[in-house]
Nanobody, 129 residues
């Protein structure tokens, strides 16, 4: 079982920045990809960004390209999401997720919640206009 602990959410004005962090811990596991999703009440969970741990390939939703940057520290099993130029429509609960069973290696699973087998508890991001 992998535990994920997120931090860094909060309230910020439009145009501001926040940095989210997510640390994975647990017994003997390998991480193949780490990702961020977000969700607002009444809507499906939405892909935001992901990074592979081997090679460091990054993926972004079109809505955040050029504003968000995902990075990882493999030694610490930690993923970060630097969010700049925040907009009110970025307001959501942000969830960290990891793939420890290689699902994200197949097709477009890296963009799909199905590709990830462990999830954090979520951290709230609110962007005021």
């Amino acid at each position: 079982q992998v535990q994920l602990v997120e931090s860094g959410g909060g309230l910020v004005q439009a145009g501001g920045s926040l940095r989210l962090s997510c640390a994975a811990s647990g017994r003997s596991f390998s991480v193949y990809a780490m990702a961020w999703f977000r969700q607002v009440p009444g809507k499906e969970r939405e892909f935001v960004s992901a990074v592979t741990t081997r090679g460091g390939t990054t993926y972004y939703a079109d809505s955040v390209k050029g504003r968000f940057i995902v990075s990882r520290d493999n030694a610490k099993n930690t993923v970060y999401l630097q969010m700049d130029s925040l907009k009110p429509e970025d307001t959501a609960d942000y969830y960290c997720a990891v793939d420890t069973i290689k699902r994200t290696y197949y097709g477009d699973a890296v963009y799909d919640p199905y590709g990830y087998d462990s999830w954090g508890q979520g951290t709230q991001v609110t962007v005021s206009s």
